[in-house]
Nanobody
Framework: QVHLVESGGGLVQAGGSLRLSCAAS????????MGWYRQAPGKQRELVAV???????TYADSVKGRFTISADNTKNTVYLQMNSLKPEDTAIYYC???????????????WGKGTLVTVSS
């Protein structure tokens, strides 16, 4: 079992930056890929970015060029660097353990509790 804990959320003005962290503990060697999702009020949870254990990354079109996902294996932590933030990026951000295949990312039922990002206009 892998335990996930997010941090780094907060309030930022439009155009600003935040870096989210997702610390993993437990059976780290079992991780194939990690994803960041977000859920805005009244909306469905959406996939934002994914990184595989081999370093392959994918992004939602809405964040391409603004967000960067990375991993520090020495710290068992995945990061989401968010630049040029917009009010529509406001959401609770969750990290997730999953599997990245050529057909896409498949989330496992393993989620952190989330961290709130609020972008003011």
């Amino acid at each position: 079992q892998v335990h996930l804990v997010e941090s780094g959320g907060g309030l930022v003005q439009a155009g600003g930056s935040l870096r989210l962290s997702c610390a993993a503990s437990g059976s780290i060697s079992s991780i194939n890929a990690m994803g960041w999702y977000r859920q805005a009020p009244g909306k469905q949870r959406e996939l934002v970015a994914v990184i595989s254990s081999g370093g392959r990354t994918t992004y939602a079109d809405s964040v391409k060029g603004r967000f960067t996902i990375s991993a520090d294996n020495t710290k068992n932590t995945v990061y989401l660097q968010m630049n040029s933030l917009k009010p529509e990026d406001t959401a609770i951000y969750y990290c997730n353990q999953g599997i990245l295949l050529s057909s896409g990312y498949y989330p496992m039922d393993n989620w952190g509790k989330g961290t709130l990002v609020t972008v003011s206009s």
